[in-house]
């Protein structure tokens, strides 16, 4: 399959602690991204990496790229109950034009 | 800047009946996305517009789902006759994207969704 996948399926945290979400892919890249759902509505854009960079922040979250392993992370530092969605990756494959989705990290943060 | 508009936000239909999506992308946005979202699962990309052409329609079942973008603005995605299995949530998205030497920007926006029930 051409999709990310992301790791773990589920995570529950208490409010304060950092979470951290894994997506791994099988082919070449153009970008990978991290988009947020919460329940019953669209798909929010949180951050785009570019396969020529490692490493990017935006707020609370940090986002890390290796092409080498085909894997990225989601790291969001400091949580808070509002975070609680689902975290999807997504990766732009290279030459293609299709933006693909991983079937996501449900993300639980107790207050 | 508004955002992507899609309408109804839910229907239900009974299985063997057709029902109409319909999408307004961000004004100026090249690229539409129609996705199928499964509860629990990933968002499904059915057929990716630029402009008014089709670029990827490989996952879309075509002997019943159909798809236009007249003009290159707004979007339908009709589905005739439904099946149980089409029960999701129905996802259009837009990007800006540039063609050519400039820089494909693939951010996508989403709409709000259309919850499908078909029984």
């Known amino acids: 399959s051409q999709q990310g996948e992301e790791d773990p399926q589920a995570l529950s945290i208490q409010e304060g602690e950092n979470a951290t979400m894994n997506c791994s892919y099988k082919t070449s890249i153009n970008n990978l991204q991290w988009y947020r759902q919460n329940s019953g509505r669209g798909l929010v854009h949180l951050i785009l990496?570019?396969?020529?960079?490692r490493e990017k922040h935006s707020g609370r979250l940090r986002v890390t790229l290796d092409t080498s392993k085909k894997s990225s992370s989601l790291l969001i530092t400091a949580s808070r109950a509002a975070d609680t969605a689902s975290y999807f990756c997504a990766i732009l494959i290279t030459g293609g034009f299709k933006t693909i989705f991983g079937a996501g990290t449900r993300l639980f943060v107790k207050a | 800047e508004a955002g992507v508009a899609q309408s109804p936000r839910y229907k239900i239909i009974e299985k063997r009946q057709s029902v109409a999506f319909w999408c307004n992308p961000i004004?100026?946005?090249?690229?539409l996305y129609w996705y199928q979202q499964i509860l629990g699962q990933g968002p499904k990309l059915l057929i990716q517009f630029q402009n008014n052409g089709v670029v990827d329609d490989s996952q879309l079942p075509k002997d019943r789902f159909s798809a236009e973008r007249l003009k290159g603005v707004d979007s339908t995605l009709k589905i005739q006759p439904a099946k149980l299995e089409d029960s999701a949530v129905y996802l259009c998205?837009?990007?800006?994207?540039?063609?050519?030497?400039?820089?494909?920007?693939?951010?996508?926006?989403f709409g709000q969704g259309t919850r499908l029930t078909v029984v």
């Open positions: 004004s100026g946005h090249a690229t």
């Open positions: 998205a837009s990007s800006l994207r540039k063609g050519g030497t400039g820089i494909m920007n693939t951010e996508a926006f």
């Open positions: 990496i570019r396969s020529n960079e």
